[in-house]
């Protein structure tokens, strides 16, 4: 038992030693690659005149010839040419002949005067010209025979009564009527009895059958 325990201590000693000498050999290994590479670091030194701008090359300057003086070319001389006289032809009268001239003849037409249409008026103006002259006379026959009525005088009737008298182209009175009465029944009837007096009688004849408004007026003094 105690040989054991010997054979054992000294297996663990030599295990030790062995494992101390192994650790301290691969100490020795890194700390030689250390100071191998803190030997093996260049420094370089650089400065900063190696890197100044370059001088720039001397221009180049390029000599600029002047063109060449133009040519004036000499005019041409131009020579007079001679002056060749003009003969003067004679001239040949040729004999006048005697040729008589003989005047045109004139004829004027005789143009006959245009006779102007004769103008021949409406109806209407007929009928207009007819009562401007004859209104007066036809009005004077009708109230030469006017009477005023005694009642209407009495009653104080006034007023104007509008007769229509239409007239033939023979002066023949071909009817009569009041057109636009008075107010008074009395009145109306007068002014239609002064026409029917005188309705068989010649009226003035007119160029058409007219139609004359005679306004009769009745007034108390």
Same mark, same amino acid.
């Given at each position: 038992?105690?040989?054991?325990?010997?054979? %054992?201590?000294?297996y663990?000693? #030599?295990?030790m030693?062995?494992?101390?000498?192994?650790f301290?050999?691969?100490?020795?290994?890194? @700390?030689? @690659?250390?100071? %191998?590479?803190?030997?093996d670091?260049?420094?370089? =030194?650089?400065?900063? #005149?190696?890197?100044?701008?370059?001088?720039?090359? /001397?221009?180049?300057?390029?000599?600029?010839?002047?063109?060449?003086?133009p040519?004036?070319?000499?005019?041409?001389i131009?020579?007079?040419?001679p002056?060749?006289?003009i *003969?003067?032809?004679? =001239?040949?009268?040729?004999?006048?002949?005697?040729?008589?001239?003989? *005047?045109?003849? +004139?004829?004027?037409?005789?143009t006959?005067?245009?006779? %102007?249409?004769e103008v +021949?008026?409406?109806?209407?103006?007929?009928?207009?010209?007819?009562?401007?002259?004859?209104?007066?006379?036809?009005?004077?026959?009708?109230?030469?025979?006017l009477?005023? /009525?005694?009642?209407?005088?009495?009653?104080?009737?006034?007023g104007?009564?509008e007769?229509?008298?239409?007239?033939?182209?023979?002066?023949?009175?071909?009817?009569?009527?009041?057109?636009?009465? #008075?107010?008074?029944?009395?009145?109306?009837?007068?002014?239609?009895?002064?026409?029917?007096?005188?309705? #068989?009688?010649?009226?003035?004849?007119?160029?058409?059958?007219?139609?004359i408004?005679?306004?009769?007026?009745?007034?108390?003094?």
């Open positions: 038992m105690a040989t054991k325990r010997l054979t %054992q201590k000294s663990l000693v #030599s295990f030693i062995h494992s101390i000498v192994f301290g050999y691969l100490w020795f290994l890194n @700390t030689k @690659t250390d100071i %191998q590479k803190a030997s670091t260049v420094y370089l =030194e650089m400065s900063l #005149s190696q890197f100044a701008e370059p001088t720039p090359p /001397p221009p180049i300057v390029q000599e600029v010839t002047p063109p060449p003086p040519v004036v070319k000499p005019k041409p131009i020579k007079d040419k002056i060749i006289p *003969e003067k032809k004679e =001239e040949i009268q040729k004999p006048v002949e005697n040729t008589v001239i003989s *005047e045109p003849v +004139v004829t004027q037409e005789v006959k005067p245009v006779k %102007q249409a +021949v008026p409406t109806p209407a103006q007929q009928q207009q010209a007819f009562v401007q002259t004859n209104f007066t006379i036809i009005r004077d026959m009708v109230l030469k025979n009477v005023y /009525p005694s009642m209407a005088k009495r009653m104080g009737h006034t104007v009564v007769l229509t008298l239409v007239i033939d182209t023979n002066g023949k009175l071909l009817k009569y009527f009041v057109s636009n009465g #008075s107010e008074s029944k009395l009145l109306d009837k007068a002014a239609l009895e002064s026409v029917a007096k005188v309705a #068989s009688a010649e009226f003035p004849k007119p160029q058409t059958t007219s139609t408004v005679l306004p009769v007026s009745f007034r108390l003094n």
